[in-house]
């Protein structure tokens, strides 16, 4: 039983702060403005993914900082060799939860920038990969000004889950390959 609560263990702040978003909703659920429509809704979360895996994907290849950080997180995730259906698994809980925490409840309370400040803050790395924390809080203003648009949490959910699974699966894939070839 231990292993299995140390291997989850990296995932419990964001079971916590899914509960601690869901009650807040809740007990003092926020006025999102008006809805947008379907298309709007599914073109903005497409727009989303696409900005911050590309933003993602230009730092990596040009700012060692942010190479590092990204080095350090796929050190620790290769370790905990996941399944297809665990990354699904993970990659939903973490989205929703900090969907409902950040901009469902912390925004209604701190705005966009405030919400993501505490979002990037809550995503620390060692000095050297600094670059890792200012990228996560600007998604947090980019999730944030999606719900101010469109006037609902599901395109920032969408993209934020299609956003994680994409990398827990790439590492699953790596994980795989390196595991084949240390034996």
């Given amino acids: 039983m231990m292993p299995l609560v140390r291997r989850y263990l990296p995932f419990l702040p964001s079971l916590l702060t899914g509960i601690v978003g869901a009650a807040w909703l809740l007990f003092r659920p926020p006025d999102l ?11 903005t979360a497409g727009a989303l993914v696409f900005a911050l895996l590309g933003g993602a994907w230009v730092l990596g290849r040009t700012l060692p900082s942010f190479r590092y950080a990204s080095g350090l997180l796929e050190r620790a995730l290769v370790r905990l060799r996941l399944s297809a259906l665990e990354a699904v698994l ?8 900090e969907e409902l925490f950040f901009r469902a409840a912390l925004q209604s309370v701190l705005g966009v920038w405030g919400q993501a400040l505490v979002f990037g803050l809550l995503h620390p790395m060692p000095r050297r990969g600094w ?10 203003v980019a999730f944030g000004y999606a719900v101010v648009l469109t006037g609902s949490l599901w395109p920032g959910l969408i993209a934020h889950f299609l956003i994680n699974l994409q990398g827990l699966l790439e590492l699953g894939r790596q994980g795989g390959k390196r595991l084949r070839g240390a034996q």
């Fill in 90 to 97: 993970l990659a939903t809980l973490t989205a929703v939860a």
């Fill in 33 to 43: 403005g008006p809805r947008a429509d379907p298309l709007t809704l599914a073109l």
């Fill in 131 to 140: 670059s890792y924390t200012l990228y996560t809080a600007l998604s947090g």
